[in-house]
T-cell receptor, first 111, second 116 residues
Framework: QKEVEQNSGPLSVPEGAIASLNCTYS??????FFWYRQYSGKSPELIMS????GDKEDGRFTAQLNKASQYVSLLIRDSQPSDSATYLC???????????FGQGTTLQVKP | DTGVSQNPRHKITKRGQNVTFRCDPI?????LYWYRQTLGQGPEFLTY????????KSRLLSDRFSAERPKGSFSTLEIQRTEQGDSAMYLC??????????????FGQGTRLTVV
């Protein structure tokens, strides 16, 4: 079982719709969770972090964490073509300090 | 502070040669990570430092790879006897650990290695 799993996609949504990106992780003791966006040929850029159960909102982005289900998601409201990118979920497992990434989900927002 | 800086941005080398990459983290950050990324994959963890101490190294990393972070500031990643399979983007990131809480990690622009 991979430590962090994401559906590679592509996920295709129309402009203005809500995009929902999902991630599961294997270490129940994980405490820190992050979402990054990566455009082709560029390095990952941080979108947001979440540390406790529930929702965290930042502009058009909402991160959701459910530690009981070992599940973290990212919602993008009013999706724009400029949101088309690969979205990476990252987790710091509880038994180690390393930051582990999923394989990423490719999002395509169609005008 | 201008963020995480990596040098060089691009490196082309012949198979069998040694290469070294440098990463300068955000100045107040005490954690530094190295990753390798190939097309269509997420960043693959290589190693990380807490200050000058190398706390973990991926089991997938061969003995040809070594990393250092002298004095807990910049870090270098060396690949000895490069192979074509080493061709990838090498990413560095830094973050801050305060009282066991690790803050967000920020990435440099990466070094793209091509082994010919």
């Amino acid at each position: 079982q991979k430590e962090v799993e994401q559906n590679s996609g592509p996920l295709s949504v129309p402009e203005g719709a809500i995009a929902s990106l999902n991630c599961t992780y294997s270490d129940r003791g994980s405490q820190s969770f992050f979402w990054y966006r990566q455009y082709s040929g560029k390095s990952p850029e941080l979108i947001m972090s979440i540390y406790s159960n529930g929702d965290k909102e930042d502009g058009r982005f909402t991160a959701q964490l459910n530690k009981a289900s070992q599940y973290v998601s990212l919602l993008i409201r009013d999706s724009q073509p400029s949101d088309s990118a690969t979205y990476l979920c990252a987790v710091i497992p509880g038994n180690t300090g390393k930051l582990i990434f999923g394989q990423g989900t490719t999002l395509q927002v169609k005008p | 502070d201008t963020g995480v800086s990596q040098n060089p941005r691009h490196k082309i080398t012949k198979r069998g040669q040694n290469v070294t990459f440098r990463c300068d983290p955000i100045s107040e950050h005490n954690r530094l990570y190295w990753y390798r990324q190939t097309l269509g994959q997420g960043p693959e963890f290589l190693t990380y430092f807490q200050n000058e101490a190398q706390l973990e190294k991926s089991r997938l990393l061969s003995d040809r790879f070594s990393a250092e972070r002298p004095k807990g500031s910049f870090s270098t990643l060396e690949i000895q006897r490069t192979e074509q399979g080493d061709s990838a983007m090498y990413l560095c990131a830094s973050s801050l650990e305060i009282m066991t809480v690790v803050t967000e990690a920020f990435f440099g622009q990466g070094t793209r290695l091509t082994v010919v």
